[in-house]
């Protein structure tokens, strides 16, 4: 009997997000330089959720994609910003990331990364990923959802960790609207599954990402859901300069009839979908 060919026909969503974030320019220039080719090589889109100090440092070079239709630019805070403390028990061992910010903090930080993208990119984002993400989300912080409403934010990847703080998230943690917290305008975009650097760091760096990526999406897919990819500048070109694998969980979703869409469309499509 032939080996079952792994590609088959099947809906579902890709929202490909990279946190771009190194403090070396070095770092952000080599990640865009080969990201950009293998997306335009692909046709494939993807959100770029930028670091406003890493966009001060590469301002020339990112504003080189700005009006390609395959790049959505979004946000990143300006700092860095961890808005809430996060306890994370990786099996290993137990970590504490961040501290509970003051609101005017937060809105601070996020007010400046926004005048960043429009003085050096004539753009406004209304996309955030949290740095560090959470356990589910902001569900819990109408107060923080707020200040971010008033920055323009409307979309955001806030839920990317498990009830242990850490990773995987489950699969069935799909897109939903902050209702409950009185923004119904305001959609969470899960980072479900595994984050490139936490997998890796855990795996070993040449571990196959890929593979176990490719799994996942393949079950997601299958009932026709939503995963998101969350890589980063510097971990998508570490230990994979040509972001090998990267290409090859693209070339996976597109074989498979997995469309691929960036997080504003993701947005729009959702929000029109509210009717
Ligand atoms: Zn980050």
């Not at 099947?10 to 080599?30: F, K, N, S, W």
């Not at 504490?96 to 005017?104: P, R, T």
């Amino acid at each position: 009997m032939r080996a079952k060919i792994s590609v088959i026909s099947m809906g579902g969503t890709l929202c490909i997000g990279y946190d771009v974030e190194a403090g070396a320019p070095a770092c952000t220039r080599e990640f865009l330089g080969v990201m950009s080719r293998l997306h335009v090589a692909r046709g494939a889109p993807c959100t770029l959720f930028v670091r406003g100090q890493t966009l001060e440092k590469n301002a020339r070079q990112i504003k080189e994609i700005v009006g390609n239709p395959l790049f959505d630019l979004q946000q990143h805070t300006y700092s860095h910003l961890i808005f809430k403390r996060i306890e994370c028990d990786t099996g290993k061992k137990h970590e504490v990331y961040g501290k509970d910010e003051s609101i005017v903090t937060i809105k601070k930080d996020v007010e400046k990364a926004n005048d960043v993208f429009r003085k050096k990119l004539g753009i406004s984002p209304i996309g955030m990923t949290t740095p560090y993400a959470f356990h589910r989300g902001l569900l819990d912080r109408p107060d923080i959802l707020a200040v971010l409403h008033g920055a323009g934010i409307r979309f955001l990847r806030s839920w990317g960790r498990n009830e242990k703080g850490y990773t995987p998230v489950p699969l069935d943690v799909q897109p939903f609207f902050y209702d409950e917290q009185g923004f119904p305008d305001m959609l969470e975009c899960p980072v479900n599954g595994w984050q490139d650097c936490i997998f890796r760091d855990d795996h070993g760096w040449k571990a196959r990402w890929d593979q176990t990526f490719i799994a996942d999406l393949d079950q997601v897919a299958r009932r026709g859901e939503y995963i998101a990819l969350c890589q980063h500048d510097w971990s998508s070109i570490r230990e994979d300069p040509e972001m090998e694998m990267t290409a090859a969980i693209i070339d996976h979703a597109l074989a498979s009839g997995v469309r691929i869409i960036s997080y504003k469309a993701l947005y729009d499509e959702k929000l029109q979908g509210r009717g």
